[in-house]
């Protein structure tokens, strides 16, 4: 299913499926500030950075596969316990025009806690869309 839309992520468990079709950790992130509730979940993901990873602890699901993963997304799934396989292993995810690294994987290069990570990446979704409102054409 992943592959076969236009998503960038899917979750199913047995008939329910949510699927996102926003680039990074945004549909995730609104997931839960909706509160939906995700736990036993499979997830499907064309890119899990760091970021990513630690919403997906949140979130609950049991297991994942991406496209690509970077290695301390994978660490922290390992770490709590979801199963998880990708295509492709990177040290860290880029960002869009590959000049450096994706703005998610470096706002949560030093943290550890998951709670954390998500207060660091709503802060981070609100700079980057501020930016973004900035240099829009008007």
């Given at each position: 299913m992943l592959n076969g839309g236009d998503y960038t992520c899917v979750l199913c468990r047995g008939d329910t499926v949510y699927t996102g079709t926003e680039r990074g950790v945004k549909p995730l992130v609104d997931w839960l500030n909706k509160k939906v509730d995700l736990r036993?979940?499979?997830a499907a993901d064309k890119v899990v950075?760091?970021?990513?990873?630690?919403?997906?602890?949140?979130?609950?699901?049991t297991d994942l596969y991406a496209g690509v993963m970077s290695e301390p997304a994978n660490?922290?799934?390992i770490q709590n316990g979801i199963d998880c396989v990708?295509?492709?292993?990177?040290?860290?995810?880029?960002?869009?025009?590959?000049?450096?690294?994706?703005?998610?994987?470096?706002?949560?290069r030093d943290i550890d806690d998951p709670n954390e990570a998500l207060i660091v990446i709503k802060n981070t979704l609100v700079q980057l869309q501020d930016n973004a409102d900035k240099y829009a054409i008007k």
């Open positions: 036993g979940f499979s950075g760091k970021a990513a990873a630690f919403l997906y602890v949140l979130l609950g699901v660490d922290i799934l990708f295509d492709k292993s990177a040290k860290a995810i880029l960002n869009r025009s590959n000049t450096g690294f994706c703005p998610m994987e470096t706002a949560v």
